[in-house]
């Protein structure tokens, strides 16, 4: 993939603006169907490997075809997973979002499928968040900050509600709480997301958001990429092979993890960060 495909895609001003002020930015269209079905196939064979064996890893606990399967530091699996790291329709707003001491601290893939025929279909509150756990609570700023963003692709079809769509809160990412009815209902301005196959959705991890059942006869799949600075420790294990990180451009060596030393990740030098040794030679930054 040559330079201009992705000095093409940078952010527009339009673009950033949404993002900042409403927490998310949607970009239809960023995969094409080929690499889609690709990824689902992918998606898919790793999920049957863990349904063969009745075990999620994750949960430690029984799996089978009706269980929501998630499935974090996926990107060690299949080289087609980390092409989508470095995307040329989405990977130039993430730089254009956070700025190029960035890598990928988490990703992951979950598949939800349609709920049991039989399951209580009484309306409970959905499971919002803010993305990063304990960080939320030991921070002391308010709002609380930014640090990091996920890219969510959608391999499934979302474009209906309930479909195990994802839901946000838009402009909450500069909330550090918000009303959570306990009755089922969602709060106030909750937006369903309706995405097709290939479309990226990019939030701000403080955006209040949460995952929801799905009842329809298609099996939500979605890949989330989470994009941090590269002094915040990695959410996953990282278990990239060796091999694959050897081979890699040097950009997705700095996504994946890559520094010379400790210290690089606080005050790098430009061994440590290809991504903004390209972005200088670009003329994008200075
Ligand atoms: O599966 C979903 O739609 C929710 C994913 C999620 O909450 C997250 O990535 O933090």
Same mark, same amino acid.
């Given at each position: ?5 992705y000095?093409e895609h ?9 993002f900042?002020?409403h927490? #998310?930015?949607?970009?239809e ?18 999920h049957q490997?863990?349904?063969?064996? *009745? ?18 530091n996926?990107?060690?699996d ?16 993430v730089?254009g979002?956070?700025?190029w001491?960035?890598y990928?601290?988490h990703s992951h893939?979950i ?7 039989d399951a209580n279909? *009484?309306?409970?509150p ?6 990063s756990?304990?960080v939320n609570?030991?921070?002391e700023s ?7 963003l996920?890219v ?7 474009s209906q ?24 209902n ?6 369903c ?6 479309d *990226?959705f ?7 958001h ?7 006869s ?6 989330f990429?989470? #994009? ?9 294990d990282m ?10 451009h ?5 996504l ?9 990740y606080?005050s790098p030098?430009? *061994? ?9 030679k ?5």
């Open positions: 993939m040559s330079d201009h495909h000095i940078q952010i527009t001003e339009a673009e950033l603006d949404q900042e002020r927490g #998310y930015l949607i970009v269209g960023a995969l094409p169907v080929e690499l889609v079905e690709q990824l689902e196939s992918k998606v898919d064979a790793i490997f863990h349904l063969d064996r *009745a075990y999620d890893p994750y949960t430690e606990s029984t799996l089978t075809e009706y269980h929501n399967f998630f499935y974090p996926f990107l060690k299949d080289p087609l997973f980390i092409d989508l790291l470095d995307w040329p329709k989405t990977f130039p707003k730089w979002i956070l700025g001491n960035i990928s601290y893939f598949v939800t499928p349609p709920r049991l025929p279909r *009484a309306p409970r959905l499971g919002w968040h803010q993305d756990g304990r609570l030991e921070i308010t709002p609380r900050p930014r640090l990091s996920k969510a692709y959608w391999l499934s079809d979302c509600s309930g479909r195990g769509n994802f839901y946000i809160l838009p402009d909450s990412h500069l909330k550090n709480n918000i009303e959570k009815p306990t009755d089922g969602l709060p106030k301005g909750a937006m997301i309706l995405a097709k196959p290939g *990226a990019f939030f701000d991890r403080r955006l209040w949460a995952r929801s059942e799905n009842d329809s298609i099996t939500r799949k979605a890949l990429y989470g #994009y941090g600075y590269r002094w915040l420790r990695s959410k996953d278990t990239i092979p060796d091999s694959l990180f050897k081979t890699s040097p950009i997705r060596q700095q994946l993890g890559g520094g010379t030393n400790a210290n690089s606080f030098k430009d *061994a440590d960060v290809p991504l903004k040794v390209w972005l200088e670009q003329n994008l930054i200075s």
